[in-house]
């Protein structure tokens, strides 16, 4: 038999698995979902995504408040605009076949670094916790003015990241070194494999966050055909945090960014690895958010390939029904962190750490089995 080209590995996503219940069982009220970022406890596991569409100082606070964290983006329209509202509106109001154009347009205006202070300070002064997002291209400029402002969390990220990037710039983004100026928790994403999550969290870093392509808001699938499902990718990553951990006794946190439609999700991201999510489109739902019932990715407005587009979500409750109830939807969009309590429960976990310890099973037939009434077959 002739040789393969090369070999083709399967991939799972959380449609594809389910969690089986454990031999204990305990109180839902009994379990903790707190996590750790280098010197800080969340007890809220849940991280929203750095969207403009959702990470507006107010919005920052809200999260805070309910024990979460929030990430504003550093290069979007709270740091280019006085008055971000205006564009946030504008974006929301762009017919749909021109929703991109505007977003282009609105987005090709520069950063203003007195606006990064500003934003940060308005956080602080609500005695919120302050995490702050950027590139790897802006980091070197941006991470320093953010943390002299009072920022308490750096996220790098981009699409695909990597200790190891070729560019024509003599000295890039070097994470080692970027840790060693500053004195608070950095977390750098996305990636899905181990070997990168491995060199990445060599670096020093607090936190890796997994998946690439896999939200709502994001075409980089469709685009370039790049991304690995995501408990697939979760798996990956916590592997390599495991072998950190065995190599330096030192625990690095895996964040889930990304695709976590539902409590279901959610939980299967934690059962394959994940001490957090990262959660943008569920989060835009709230009547929080400043997206007016949209969403976009960070990477929609591209001036010449966007990766994303704005997708109306619709509102659905507030920020806390989502996240903690009380709610009479059945789709499991709402009370996330109820259903992850319960499923903690179902398995006998006390913590996540004993959570990840929980069976996934392959289950293709999961979301279909005994569903016939439901899917609307009789």
């Known amino acids: 038999m002739h040789k393969q080209f090369k070999e083709i590995q399967r991939a799972y996503g959380f449609d594809d698995v389910a969690i089986a219940p454990g031999e204990v069982t305990i109180n839902p009220d009994q379990v903790s979902t707190e996590f750790t970022i280098g010197s800080l406890t969340i007890k809220t596991p849940v991280l929203a995504s750095a969207m403009d569409a959702i990470g507006s100082p107010e919005f920052v606070y809200e999260m805070d408040r ?9 290069e979007g329209v709270q740091t280019k605009y006085e008055n971000p509202d205006e564009m946030l509106s504008r974006i929301a109001e762009a017919p749909k076949n021109k929703a991109t154009e505007v977003l282009q347009e609105i987005y090709a205006a520069p950063v203003k670094d007195d606006l990064v202070g500003r934003r940060v300070n308005d956080i602080k002064s609500k005695g919120a916790k302050c995490a702050v997002s950027m590139t790897p291209a802006s980091t070197k400029r941006l991470a320093s003015v953010a943390r002299e ?3 308490d969390v750096i996220v790098v990220q981009s ?11 003599a000295k890039g983004l070097i994470f080692s070194e970027l840790i060693g100026t500053l004195d608070i928790p950095v977390l750098v994403g996305n990636c899905v494999s181990y070997d990168v999550a491995l060199e990445l969290m060599e670096t020093g870093i607090d936190g890796v966050l997994v998946g690439v392509g896999p939200g709502a808001a994001c075409t980089t699938r469709e685009v370039t055909g790049v991304g690995v ?10 592997s390599a945090r495991e072998e950190y951990f065995k190599r330096t006794g030192r625990y690095v946190s895996v964040i889930t960014d990304g695709g976590i439609r539902t409590g279901g999700d959610l939980c299967k991201a934690f059962a394959s690895g994940a001490d957090a999510v990262m959660i943008g489109t569920p989060l835009a739902q709230s009547i929080e958010a400043p997206g007016r019932g949209y969403n976009w990715g960070m990477a929609s407005p591209h001036p010449a390939l966007p990766r994303g587009t704005r997708i109306d979500v619709g509102i659905r409750g507030s920020l806390e029904q989502i996240l903690f109830g009380p709610t ?3 789709d499991g969009t709402q009370n996330l962190i109820g259903a992850l309590e319960v499923c903690m429960g179902m398995v006998g976990a006390v913590d996540v750490k004993e959570f990840h310890r929980s069976e996934l099973v392959l ?10 009434y439901q899917m609307g077959l009789s």
């Open 66 to 74: 309910l024990g979460g964290l929030a990430v504003m983006n550093l």
């Open 149 to 151: 402002a009072g920022a």
């Open 159 to 169: 699409t695909v990241t990597t200790a190891r990037h070729v560019s024509k710039s």
């Open 229 to 238: 499902p995501q408990v697939t990718a979760t798996i990956n990553c916590a």
């Open 328 to 330: 009479s939807k059945t």
């Open 363 to 372: 289950a293709p037939s999961i979301k279909t089995e005994g569903k016939h």
